[in-house]
């Protein structure tokens, strides 16, 4: 099988995500036989270039799927729902980035690092989780095999490119607009389909995703009910408060941790850096540690600032950044793919 070559659609592939994922099946030597680019009507006809060649975009449709033995989703829950359906009927695996169908019991929610075995469950789709899942359970997953995990708590510090590319177009413009003592466009942030927005630069926002009758949000939740799916250990506990932060792109996460058993610092830190998909940066009085600035474009999951809790015996405390472009999803997606045609 290690001539085969698939053809590969790309569902949102003039997206912020699309963009990534096309980037790396082609950096990454994925064997792509046809690529089939898929957008919204409003932007089938553009060409995006793969391989030295122009490729036209079309529209995704039910019958674009025909033929087609992989579908990258990443144009949002509502095009999954209608579509993915229809492409794992034309014979596609389906590997989407949304929300639409991570918590489906049926669907496997994976992190190649982490549970990999997973993916032969699939009936046709494998769920990409959320990008500030990924990164935390990818630097979860040592501590988890070692010492078992009893309760996470995170704060998240999350990029405005988790919003799209029109969250960080405002950024940009809200920056230019008060530096200059303008009025500041409000038309994204937080949540574009609410109705109250709030400026992102030079601010904070407590606030990812819609809000959920319990007082988290969405995206808090996600982070919660995806990490116990992901590990098959429903007895974890995650508290997350996920927050949007003026930074173009990475997200970076404070991780408490309270683990089942005792721990060596130096074995911590040895157990992370020898562990896939992970680097560690973590000398302080040096002052190095991971930030968003220096993750951009980097596939790995960072981590640094880990240090033993000073109240609890078994609790620590991690620093974790990532490229939520990248490993918080296209690299993932693409990982996920990688992983699928070398079980055949």
């Not at 592939?13 to 099946?25: C, D, H, P, S, W």
């Not at 989407?96 to 049926?106: E, G, L, S």
């Not at 708590?153 to 405002?170: D, F, L, N």
């Not at 809000?211 to 988290?216: E, I, L, R, S, V």
Request: some cysteine.
């Amino acid at each position: 099988m290690a001539n085969k070559t698939y053809t590969v659609a790309v569902v949102g592939a003039t997206g912020a995500v699309g963009e990534q994922m096309l980037k790396f099946l082609e950096e990454r030597q994925f064997p792509v036989k046809e690529l089939r680019p898929l957008s919204s009507a409003r932007s089938a006809g553009s060409t995006i270039r793969f391989r030295g060649e122009d490729i036209v975009v079309q529209e995704a449709l039910p019958e674009a799927f025909e033929g087609v033995d992989i579908a990258l989703f990443s144009a949002g829950g509502s095009v999954s729902e209608k579509l993915a359906p229809e492409a794992v009927k034309r014979g596609a695996v389906v590997i989407d980035n949304t929300n639409a169908f991570r918590m489906h019991p049926d669907v496997p929610l994976v992190v190649p690092e982490v549970n990999k075995e997973a993916i032969r469950q699939h009936k046709g789709i494998i769920a990409n989780p959320n990008c500030s899942t990924i990164q935390m359970v990818v630097a979860l997953k040592p501590l988890y095999d070692r010492y078992g995990l009893d309760r996470v708590i995170v704060s998240t510090y999350q990029a405005v490119s988790g919003s799209g590319w029109q969250a960080a177009i405002e950024l940009q413009k809200q920056s230019q607009a008060a530096l200059n003592g303008d009025e500041l466009p409000l038309q994204v942030m937080p949540v574009g389909k609410l109705d109250k927005h709030y400026p992102i630069a030079f601010n904070v926002l407590p606030q990812c995703d819609v809000a959920q009758d319990n007082g988290f949000t969405l995206e808090e939740m996600k982070m919660d009910r995806e990490t116990q799916k992901i590990f098959n250990d429903h007895e974890i506990k995650v508290t997350a408060t996920c927050v949007r932060v003026p930074v173009y792109r990475g997200h970076s996460e404070s991780v408490y941790v309270e683990l089942k058993k005792d721990f060596d610092l130096e074995e911590v830190r040895t157990l992370l850096s020898e562990s896939s998909g992970i680097i560690v940066e973590d000398q302080i009085q040096e002052q190095i540690y991971p930030m968003p600035i220096h993750v951009e474009n980097r596939t790995e999951v960072f981590v640094g600032r880990i240090r033993r809790d000073l109240h609890h015996p078994h609790a620590l405390n991690l620093w974790v950044v990532a490229d939520n472009l990248l490993k918080g999803a296209a690299t993932n997606a693409i990982q996920i793919a990688e992983a699928l045609i070398s079980e055949e």
